[in-house]
């Protein structure tokens, strides 16, 4: 166990979360004497509350060849590092500690309770099973270095020292769990290369109040296409949520950085069509069977049948005539029908801007990969040190992809540190 004397360490590592611990269990269980040092109260408190509470620990494509293309320009300098520790790894990693994981839609995978909590207390067993030391309320207040050797740490007035030093501070997103980009500050003292992070599995903000009185309902299945200027950019399938500030779900955030980089060339509008397995033709045909069912009743009853639940006083207020609800279905013009189509294939949305770090699932940013040796994971300017995880400018959508890369960075620093 840890005393006050003790500041001499084979690894020290400096952040509790997801890759700090597999970082630090590693090493200890490779016979090191392990500091892991964490500047909140507890271990882990990121891990704890991702995936709302469910974590989603990783995507089960044992192909990493495909596994890497989610990774964007990082893929190239992914290869060595899942050929050691990847998907496979991951779940022999977990059922071996009594987790098993579950696989859900899109590859998805969770630990089988479905609880983050129980993949950090598998985690935190690891740690205790290998004796690693830990300090928790310990801010990190200066990287000691001489040439191209760290030479210590400084936390408060006191300073620890290692052979090998592993950084693991996280990156930008949930700043409310300490992830603040501490890291990227260091990094940048050290002379790396930073670049600054942007949340980039974030919701998006829109100007539209007709989406903001929408809030708390998803629409599934439903396509949207992005323009710039009136430009057709992209288009993407699948569920939407509408929220009190705009749009969200798994569809828009794996979305947001592409409508980042749009943000910057013009104006961002986008359609929603919330029948996208049926044409214009169809769907005419679709609505004709509802008013021939329904003659005599109001068109704004008559259309909630077609609509998701919740939805009908608002989108019927898209209408060029929203008081056409009030009609009866027997008098709805031809015009009508087509104006009601077109609306409900195209609703108008102006895009102002991703929400903050404050709301995103994952931020970019960190280390750029060319100056890492991505086979052990050391700094290519400091011979002792080693980074890891979200420190690491690695783009990736959710789904598993983030936490993937704290394993697999974790578990190879561990090793060669």
């Known amino acids: 166990m840890s005393t006050q004397t003790e500041h ?4 020290i590592v400096i952040g509790g979360g997801a890759s700090g611990m597999m970082a630090a269990g590693r090493s200890a269980e490779l016979g090191r004497k392990v500091l892991l040092l964490e500047k909140n109260r507890e271990l882990g408190k990121k891990l704890k509350i991702t995936g709302g509470g469910r974590c989603n620990i990783t995507n089960a494509e044992y192909d990493a060849r495909m596994l890497l293309k989610n990774y964007g320009e990082a893929e190239q300098f992914l290869y060595s590092a899942f050929a050691q520790f990847g998907v496979k790894e991951t779940f022999e990693y977990f059922e071996k500690r009594g987790l098993p994981l579950v696989v859900q839609a899109r590859k998805r995978a969770f630990p089988h309770t479905e609880k983050a909590f129980d993949v950090f207390k598998a985690l935190e067993k690891y740690l205790k099973n290998h004796e690693v030391i830990i300090k928790t309320n310990s801010p990190v207040s200066k990287i000691l270095k001489e040439k191209n050797k760290i030479t210590g740490i400084q936390v408060g007035r006191e300073v620890y020292t290692a052979n090998s030093y592993i950084l693991a501070t996280g990156g930008a997103s949930h700043p409310e769990t ?3 980009g501490d890291g990227f500050n260091w990094m940048k003292g050290l002379g790396h290369q930073v670049k600054a992070p942007t949340p980039t599995i974030v919701p998006l903000r829109v100007h539209d109040e007709w989406i903001k009185s929408l809030s708390g309902i998803s629409i599934s299945p439903m396509k949207i296409t992005f323009y710039v200027d009136g430009k057709k950019k ?8 509408f929220t009190h500030f705009g749009l969200s779900g798994p569809l828009i955030l794996n979305s947001a950085w592409k409508v980042d980089d749009l943000l910057q060339e013009g104006l961002v509008t986008a359609k929603i069509d919330i029948f996208p397995e049926h044409n214009e033709l169809h769907l005419e045909k679709r609505i004709l069977k509802l008013f021939d069912d329904n003659k005599n009743k109001m068109l704004k009853n008559v259309i909630s049948e ?3 639940n919740g939805t009908t ?5 898209l209408l060029k005539n929203p008081e056409d609800g009030e009609v009866k ?15 409900f294939k195209a609703l108008p949305v102006t895009i102002t801007s991703l929400m903050g770090f404050d709301r995103a699932v994952v931020a970019d940013g960190g280390v750029d990969l060319s100056e890492i040796d991505t086979k052990t994971m050391r700094s290519k300017k400091f011979e002792n040190l080693f980074i890891t995880g979200d420190l690491l400018h690695i783009n990736r959508p959710s789904g598993g992809y983030s936490l993937q890369i704290c394993w697999t960075t974790g578990h190879i620093a561990g090793s060669n540190a």
């Not at 006083?313 to 207020?317: A, P």
């Open 8 to 11: 001499n360490f084979d690894v």
């Open 178 to 180: 300490g992830s603040t």
């Open 234 to 241: 992209f288009v993407k399938t699948g569920k939407l949520l």
């Open 306 to 308: 077609l609509l998701p």
């Open 313 to 317: 006083k608002v989108l019927l207020s």
């Open 329 to 343: 279905v027997h008098s709805v013009s031809r015009d009508t029908r087509k104006n009601i189509i077109t609306t």
